[in-house]
């Protein structure tokens, strides 16, 4: 293993300096608003306020899912939240996600507008209130609440864990990435167990637990997230890559991980969405520096 030098950790750890790394920039261990700035609002009841990363792609895509299925109630205004530029420590957004991460919602379809932060908690609030991709069985629903949860435990460990080490921070560490890379191995290894004997991730019922799932772990094996595949080998995990290729023929899927995309084909970034003519007419091929 390499050597590094030894560290000593004081007996108080203090906010110095900057860690280094890609974000370096806006992490600090404090939370709260750094400036003042109101959130835009559009026509829709749904407020989306978000970033096309795998966290935000699960809402985009669960919004798109609905509005295939015919739930008019579903049409929503996505806003841009460039969390490179510090915008989720705007006083609007705090005032909805105290935790200043994205994505984060506002519903004004009842009297009092509902405030809705965390991406599970977005996709269980719309399949709620839509009535779909949950399970009315409770066993059923219990399994799905399982895998849902799973990805919000889990996805950490290969985000801030394997993916900071690996290609964000500023050296290479050998334990790091080893640590990390093998937890995402066996979370791999989890998943394809699974898909073995299952179609999705509650047998033959597509919900909330893959549009949940699929960002991450989908992403990770189709899209060669954080230049990793063949670190990973993510090729081995057949039926992972099964259902990754099968979530991903969706259209309502293709449409979802567009929004509020800053990164990639430009003919596959619709940063700000607001109506369904946007994947035809704004794209950011179609608009270039406008927005």
Aim: proline content about 5%.
């Amino acid at each position: 293993m390499s050597e590094l030098p030894e560290y000593t950790p004081p007996k108080v750890w203090k906010w110095d300096s900057e860690s280094g790394g890609t974000w370096a920039k806006i992490n600090r261990p404090i939370s709260g608003s750094t400036h003042e700035k109101e959130l835009p609002a559009g026509k829709h009841p749904i407020q989306l306020y978000s970033l096309g990363t795998p966290n935000g792609q699960k809402v985009t895509i669960m919004l798109e899912e609905l509005l295939a299925l015919g739930h008019k109630g579903a049409e929503y205004d996505a806003w841009l939240i460039n969390i490179g530029e510090g915008d989720q420590f705007g006083s609007g957004f705090v005032d909805i996600n105290p935790n200043s991460k994205i994505p984060a919602m506002m519903d004004h379809s009842a009297a009092e507008p509902t405030r809705v932060f965390e991406s599970a908690s977005i996709l269980f609030y719309l399949a709620e209130k839509f009535g779909a991709f949950l399970p009315d069985d409770h066993a059923q629903r219990t399994r799905c609440m399982n895998w849902l949860f799973w990805q919000m435990g889990s996805a950490p460990y290969l985000g801030g864990g394997f993916g900071h080490f690996y290609a964000y921070a500023p050296v290479k560490i050998e334990y790091c990435i080893d640590r990390f890379a093998m937890e995402v191995k066996r979370q791999l290894d989890v998943l394809d167990k699974h898909l073995a004997n299952n179609t999705y991730f509650c047998g033959d019922t597509y919900t909330i637990a893959d549009m949940a799932i699929w960002p991450w772990y989908g992403g990770l094996v189709l899209f060669n997230q954080y230049s990793a595949a063949e670190f990973l080998d993510v090729a081995s995990y057949k039926h992972v890559n099964r259902w990754a290729n099968m979530i991903h023929e969706r259209p309502a899927v293709q449409r979802g991980r567009m929004v509020n995309r800053m990164s990639g084909e430009p003919s596959e970034q619709l940063r700000e969405r607001h109506d369904a003519s946007d994947f035809d007419t704004r794209t950011q091929d179609k608009i270039g520096d406008e927005t």
